[in-house]
């Protein structure tokens, strides 16, 4: 898809959750997704110990709304996890413009965009990091599993060594 590098995970849900314990997103943060996607998007959250916060979607897309992004954001958001739904690609230029703005980490929900594409570019080369899911029931399966793909060398050594038990 174009970024440098990839960690393998047991699954979506794996590879969420450690990013944000790889970027320190922890007890007292907060984190903006949408509550139109399956209930790993907020788990992952939870067990980093942020807050989600949620906000609608846009009902033409039903990706998450950018505009109610903005509206969210407090001295506490540390990150936004937009889910691209059913292979339909988020706004990614207005989440990006939002998370430069305020300096928030953007990990891309892809389970659902596996080979999907926003204005030619593959989704989950767009934000700070990705994740993908091989499940049964996706369009690319391994019967389980998942990734976490990035350009961020830093991140992707510390997931890394998060992934495997320190190893």
Do not use: W
Request: include cysteine.
């Amino acid at each position: 898809i174009g970024v440098r590098f990839a960690v393998a995970m047991n699954s979506c849900t794996a590879a969420m959750h450690t990013a944000l314990v790889a970027k320190g997103i922890g007890e007292g943060d907060e984190v903006i997704t949408t509550p139109f996607t399956f209930c790993s998007t907020v788990n992952v959250i939870l067990h980093a110990g942020a807050k989600p916060v949620l906000v609608d979607i846009d009902p033409k897309t039903y990706c998450i709304n950018p505009k109610l992004i903005e509206q969210a954001i407090t001295e506490k958001t540390k990150a936004v996890i937009p889910v691209h739904y059913g292979g339909q690609p988020c706004d990614m230029d207005a989440i990006l413009k939002i998370c430069k703005e305020h300096n928030l980490f953007c990990l891309e929900d892809a389970a659902h965009a596996v080979n999907a594409e926003y204005k030619g570019k593959k989704i989950g080369s767009f934000g700070d990091a990705a994740a993908f899911s091989f499940y049964a029931t996706k369009n690319l399966t391994t019967s389980e599993g998942g990734m976490l793909v990035t350009n961020d060398e830093q991140l992707y050594e510390k997931a890394s060594i998060l992934s495997l038990h320190g190893l």
